[in-house]
């Protein structure tokens, strides 16, 4: 094999890599025990939703690439499905992606969607919460999730999460969290 055929390979390689880069943007998440990075965003149906309005509360604030994809409709179906366990939990659930509001007010209708999700287009929250990831050159937000205790802090971080079984997993560990069975 020659070096001129390594070189090409070489590069070909890296530019594959380049493409497929899922890796976060230079900003970290923050972890278990800081204080929630605040905000406040549009949801779905036009509303501002800020991090302060849940305070005694806990918050569920997912992450997550694309309305209407199929991973993206398997995650929210089952928080819809769970979201009276959620609600005995006194969490309210909140989902994040850079789609726009009217992308979220059709993804809702069309699923049956009752939570809010929140239109973070550009992409000031997404970064705060280190979630912003680029794939083919396309930003949107890696799928995250972050548990907030009633007092605004980061009680539980979930990076990379599976989508059909994400739901369950956070029910578990809250219901812990609060003494209950599920």
């Not at 991973?71 to 789609?99: M, W």
Request: aromatic content about 8%.
């Amino acid at each position: 094999m020659n070096l001129r055929r390594i070189g090409i390979g070489v590069a070909l390689m890296a530019a594959v890599g380049f493409m497929f880069n899922l890796s976060s943007a230079a900003s970290e998440a923050p972890t278990v025990g800081q204080t929630a990075p605040t905000f406040t965003l549009p949801s779905q149906d036009g509303s501002a939703v800020s991090l302060e309005q849940f305070r005694g509360k806990w918050v569920l604030l997912y992450f997550y690439p694309k309305d209407n994809t199929p991973g993206c409709t398997i995650e929210a179906h089952n928080f819809q499905r769970d979201l009276p366990k959620y609600e005995s939990l006194n969490t309210v659930v909140l989902g994040v992606s850079l789609d726009s509001e009217d992308s979220h007010k059709s993804f809702c209708t069309k699923q049956g969607l009752t939570f809010k999700l929140l239109s973070d287009k550009e992409k000031e929250v997404t970064t705060k919460y280190g979630s912003l990831k680029s794939m083919l050159g396309i930003k949107m937000s890696a799928r995250n999730t972050f548990l907030i205790d009633p007092d605004g802090k980061i009680a539980k971080v979930w990076l990379g999460v599976q989508p059909s079984s994400h739901s369950a997993e956070v029910l578990t560990d809250l219901a812990g969290r609060e003494g209950k069975k599920l």
